[in-house]
């Protein structure tokens, strides 16, 4: 499922700027369900789409006729994937006000992501009577009616989407290949090279040309663009097989016999790769090691293969073999963003802090928006004795995602090791209040309300930890010398 059109909804706008037609008899719960409506709007815009949720449903629980907030709360579903409840959310909006584009478009994107294509074509067939020049909506009606077989209808989709948005990339590349389907050759390859134009590598453009060519009869040009494809996607097995085609078509039979040697190669580590990453998911380490060790045997070079061995050898207690191979792909391909986070993690629990930091760095000037990184950053320049640089660091993790409660608690340790109480209260704070049940938040806080000498309050916090886990001794200890000092 493309989750990015649904939420591409949120910049469209979450305001409350839909009706209300019934007023509860209540005037203050009316007034407190606007205040919830606004604030699951602002959450959504934050990126924070669980305490999102929460305020849209005290919102609708207050007020159930206004449907910016059934809306909202259906965007909420969507970043939390939980698609069935989207879609009553989306029907209930849409219930309040037929009419609405959006609620029309998020409810056919919510089904889509169901496989519910025929409901979901329906859907994007009225957004598209009361917005008829949004060319997104056109498009994603494309994408349904091609997945249900109805090509004619999804080529007139893809070409009403480029009326109105020429530079749309996906769009070329669906209405090429449908032109090449009817055979008009001739009109697909111009759409395909307008596309590569645009996109040099855009990798299914790279395909379709390829294809197209050989079946004109241009093999060598065909061969070329086929290379520009291997160039992008060197372990992708399809542009292996349209190159044999075109080596074949080229009367070049030993050429044609490498490629397809290379093709059936990468094909037998694709299917070693997805069947060793589905015994990973199972847990069935053996299984899944004998099927990754197949997949390098068949691709030496594969650097995805040897991200998910070595998560194999670290859930296996091997955390030297893990790293070893993780090292090898970074060697391979030093911008691979998830082994860097990987290195990180691994690095920072053997206590390797200083290279821990290192990569984690480093996956940070990849992905600048990548919690994991700064999170990952954050802890391992606290337990390197680096605290300002934590602070930086954990901050910037949350400015990403402010309701991790790990970070927040976190944030709180350094602040009290750089002897900062009243932010230690306030990251305390935030933790307890994402996760009430966290036992070491309220110890945190019931420590600071000790050191400031607020003994009522420090034995509460106690308390309260003691009756979130009560073998938690160090809480048991403070409050035995904490009852002496009453």
């Not at 090509?151 to 990339?169: C, D, I, Q, V, W």
């Not at 930086?392 to 608690?409: N, T």
Request: charged share 20%.
């Amino acid at each position: 499922m493309r989750i990015g059109l649904l939420l591409t909804l949120i910049s469209l706008g979450c305001g409350d700027g839909g009706n209300v037609s019934e007023i509860p008899d209540n005037a203050q719960n009316l007034q407190e369900a606007v205040r919830l409506r606004s604030q699951g709007s602002i959450f959504l815009q934050q990126g924070r789409p669980a305490r999102a949720l929460e305020a849209l449903a005290q919102a609708v629980r207050l007020d159930s006729s206004a449907s910016p907030a059934h809306f909202n709360k259906g965007l909420a579903h969507v970043r939390l994937q939980d698609h069935p409840a989207a879609i009553a959310s989306f029907e209930r909006a849409i219930a309040i006000e037929p009419k609405n584009p959006r609620f029309l478009f998020a409810l056919a994107a919510a089904l889509r992501s169901q496989h519910r294509y025929l409901e979901a074509g329906t859907f994007f067939e009225q957004a598209i009577a009361q917005q008829p020049d949004h060319a997104e909506y056109h498009f994603n009606l494309g994408e349904v009616r091609r997945a249900t077989s109805d090509f004619a209808g999804a080529r007139e989709a893809f070409s009403r989407t480029l009326e109105l948005a020429p530079g749309h990339l996906e769009a070329r590349y669906y209405h090429s290949d449908l032109l090449a389907r009817d055979q008009e050759l001739a009109a697909a390859r111009l759409g395909f090279t307008s596309l590569l134009d645009q996109s040099p590598q855009h990798f299914q453009g790279l395909l379709g040309l390829g294809s197209l060519l050989i079946k004109l009869g241009e093999a060598q040009q065909a061969a070329a663009i086929l290379e520009r494809a291997i160039a992008a996607k060197p372990h992708d097995p399809g542009p292996h097989y349209l190159l044999a085609q075109a080596y074949e078509q080229a009367d070049q039979p030993q050429e044609a016999a490498k490629v397809r040697e290379r093709f059936q190669r990468l094909g037998a580590a694709e299917r070693h790769l997805n069947q060793g990453t589905i015994y990973l998911r199972r847990r069935k380490w053996a299984k899944a090691t004998a099927e990754l060790e197949r997949a390098l045997q068949n691709d030496s070079t594969s650097v995805t293969a040897r991200l998910r061995l070595a998560q194999v050898h670290w859930q296996q207690q091997r955390p030297d073999k893990s790293i070893a191979l993780l090292e090898q792909a970074i060697d391979l391909e030093p911008e691979h963003l998830e082994t860097r986070l990987a290195l990180g993690e691994q690095q920072l629990r053997t206590g390797a802090l200083a290279t821990s930091i290192a990569h984690f760095a480093h996956a940070l000037k990849l992905a600048p928006d990548s919690f994991t990184a700064a999170y990952g950053l954050g802890k391992a320049r606290w337990q390197h004795g680096d605290l300002t640089g934590a602070v930086d660091a954990l901050r910037q993790s949350l400015a990403l995602d402010p309701d991790y409660r790990d970070a927040h608690y976190a944030l709180g340790l350094v602040y009290v090791r750089l002897e900062r109480f009243d932010d230690a209260r306030i990251s305390f704070t935030h933790s307890a209040t994402i996760d009430s049940t966290h036992a070491e938040s309220h110890y945190g806080l019931a420590l600071l309300h000790m050191q400031q000498g607020q003994k009522n309050l420090a034995r509460q916090g106690l308390e309260k930890v003691l009756a979130l886990q009560p073998e938690h001794q160090r809480a048991r200890a403070k409050l035995t010398v904490l009852g002496s000092q009453l």
